[in-house]
């Protein structure tokens, strides 16, 4: 597993640096983590998957596809973007489904602006979001450290990595991260 981190920074490295062909080196490594990720999406969800988890990862994919001027610093930096990618598409879907069906003329979202979970917006998405919001107001690492936890799949010691502090501090603190969320959530 180390090998196959060190393989994907200097990939990454490689593409930041302009060389193309490490975008289509970096892809099956790269390609099944974010299945990973999204088996857990779809897992939490209400079961009633419009998308496959192929057509989950292909959205994140191409949104990852557009940061190829991000300085990569490793594979955990690499799957936290991706975790804020997955945020931002799970939360632009619940909030295109709200507008939907709150009114006519409503905008249409098709499948290359937005990945989609279920043919419902999930309302839960989008007070988890509010509540992110809210806590990165008076505490930004605690808010990134849900979202690369939560969105992004990541390990404590790969979320460690990517906030530059030890894996005990995100041991101590996703609890209470959670907590929080959970209070402020159901009110």
Known sequence: ????????????RDWRDGKQSALDD?????????????????????????????EIINEAYLKLVDQSQTDWQSRAHFFGVASRVMRNLLVDYARAK??????????????????????????????????????????????????????????????AEVLGVSEIHVKREWPKAKAWLYKEISG
């Open 1 to 12: 597993m180390n090998e196959n981190n060190s393989e994907i920074t200097k990939y990454l």
């Open 98 to 159: 709200n507008y939907q069906k709150r009114g006519s003329g409503a905008e249409k979202v098709s499948l290359e602006d937005v990945a989609i979970f279920t043919p419902e917006p999930d309302e839960r998405i989008l007070a988890l979001d509010e509540a992110l919001k809210n806590l990165a107001k008076f505490d930004e690492r605690k808010s990134r450290l849900v979202e690369l936890r939560y969105f992004g799949g990541l390990s404590a010691v790969e979320t």
């Open 26 to 54: 970096i892809l099956p490594f790269v390609y099944s983590e974010l299945r990973q990720i999204a088996r857990r999406y779809r897992s939490r969800e209400n079961g009633e998957h419009t998308f496959q988890t192929t």
